[in-house]
């Protein structure tokens, strides 16, 4: 079974630009969690969708969205780039939104000048 | 808001000695713990995790300890493997909801 895949995988982009991250789940998997990793800070969570509806959501600016697609496809946004905005995105599948069995991407690198 | 926290960003360990990496948390909601292993370039992947109703989980070489009087979550690693050298999060779940991550440790075994 194909992995959690996400694209692409490195990413530059200027201060103020917008950037749209994508992640295809496992097969079967409804539920896609994104998180934003930076040095010292861990994981931090983003938001999940399951069924194509937004089911929690982090403490993060309204600058970063995200949809789910009918195939369980997932898109993350992130409009106004800033500095701070550079981090690996990770996104996270699971079945039915088990936070106890999340699968991981590889990420998606992105850097902010 | 910090409430998973590995206070040291690095360990170093020498082969076939043990690797114990340790986690506090402040929340005493947390239910469920997770430890996670990650190497350059791919995500995270699940180690092992323990339930808030025990106070340790085994397989293998890893080994969770769990001590909620003090908060505090501990992953060790007999013996040591240089395939072990990663970076490890620690993580807590309350109600299959909230999900926190620790900073990360990055662990190096030396040959």
């Known amino acids: 079974k194909a992995g959690v895949t996400q694209t692409p995988r490195y990413l530059i982009k200027t201060r103020g630009q917008q950037v749209t991250l994508s992640c295809s789940p496992i097969s079967g998997h409804r539920s896609v969690s994104w998180y934003q990793q930076t040095p010292g800070q861990g994981l931090q969570f983003l938001f999940e969708y399951f069924s194509e509806t937004q089911r929690n959501k982090g403490n993060f600016p309204g600058r970063f969205s995200g949809r789910q697609f009918s195939n369980s496809r997932s898109e993350m946004n992130v409009s106004t780039l800033e500095l701070g905005d550079s981090a690996l995105y990770l996104c996270?599948?699971?079945?039915?939104?088990?936070?106890?069995?999340?699968?991981f991407g590889p990420g998606t690198r992105l850097t902010v000048t | 808001d910090q409430q998973v926290k590995q206070n040291s960003p690095s360990l170093s360990v020498q082969e076939g000695r043990i690797s114990i990496l340790n986690c506090d948390y402040t929340n005493s909601m947390f239910d469920y713990f997770l430890w996670y292993k990650k190497y350059p370039a791919e995500g995270p992947t699940f180690l092992i995790s323990?339930?808030?109703?025990?106070d340790k989980n085994e397989d293998g070489r890893f080994t969770v300890f769990l001590n909620k009087s003090a908060k505090h979550l501990s992953l060790h690693i007999v013996p040591s493997q240089p395939g072990d050298s990663a970076v490890y999060f620690c993580a807590a779940i309350y109600n299959n909801n909230d999900m926190r991550f620790g900073a990360g440790t990055r662990l190096t075994v030396k040959p």
């Open positions: 996270a599948s699971s079945l039915v939104g088990s936070r106890y069995e999340q699968y």
């Open positions: 323990i339930s808030s109703i025990k």
